[in-house]
C-alpha cells in the first residue's frame, strides 16, 4: 500500500500573525480617521453656533438700535433676551466648553475653544482646566486671534 499524503488546507500561524497585524492596523487607521472627523464636525459647528447667535444679536439691534440694555461678559447661557430673534441659545458639543459672550450696547465679541486650534484669543472658554478661546466672532465677522 501506499502512503499518500494528505493536503492540509490549514493556516500556519505566522499566516495567522500577519492577516492579524493587517486588520489591527486597518483599524487603527479607520479609529484615527473618525476622532479626526468627529473633532472637525464638533468645530464645525461651534463656529455655526457662534454665526447664529452673531445673527440675533444684529437682528436685535437693528429692531432696538443697540446690542443690549446692559453690558454681558461671560458665559453666553444669559442670552434669554435674545429668546424671539433666536429661539433657544446654541449650546457646545461638548460639555465643558462653554461659548463666551462680551456684550456692550455698541459691540460685541463671541468666543469659543475650538479642539483643532492652537491660537489664543485671551479669554478662558473652560471651566475645568481652563483652556484659551482659540475663535472669535465679531459684528463684521470671524476676527482673527492674535
Given at each position: 500500500m501506499t502512503n499518500k499524503l494528505k493536503k492540509s488546507f490549514g493556516f500556519t500561524l505566522i499566516e495567522i500573525l500577519v492577516v492579524a497585524t493587517i486588520i489591527g492596523?486597518?483599524?487603527?487607521?479607520?479609529?484615527?480617521?473618525?476622532?479626526?472627523?468627529?473633532?472637525?464636525?464638533?468645530d464645525a459647528k461651534r463656529k455655526a453656533d457662534l454665526e447664529q447667535i452673531r445673527s440675533a444679536l444684529e437682528m436685535y439691534r437693528s429692531n432696538n438700535s443697540s446690542y443690549t440694555a446692559a453690558?454681558?461678559?461671560?458665559?453666553?447661557?444669559?442670552?434669554?433676551?435674545?429668546?424671539?430673534?433666536?429661539?433657544?441659545?446654541?449650546?457646545?458639543?461638548?460639555?465643558?466648553?462653554n461659548y463666551y459672550c462680551d456684550i456692550t450696547a455698541n459691540d460685541y465679541t463671541l468666543y469659543t475653544a475650538l479642539e483643532n486650534d492652537s491660537d489664543n484669543c485671551g479669554e478662558t472658554c473652560r471651566s475645568t482646566?481652563?483652556?484659551n478661546c482659540t475663535y472669535k466672532v465679531g459684528p463684521y465677522g470671524e476676527e482673527s486671534c492674535p
Open positions: 492596523l486597518l483599524a487603527a487607521g479607520g479609529f484615527v480617521t473618525y476622532s479626526n472627523l468627529s473633532r472637525q464636525s464638533r453690558s454681558l461678559d461671560g458665559n453666553c447661557s444669559g442670552l434669554n433676551w435674545l429668546g424671539d430673534y433666536i429661539g433657544t441659545i446654541p449650546t457646545d458639543p461638548k460639555t465643558d466648553y482646566a481652563p483652556t
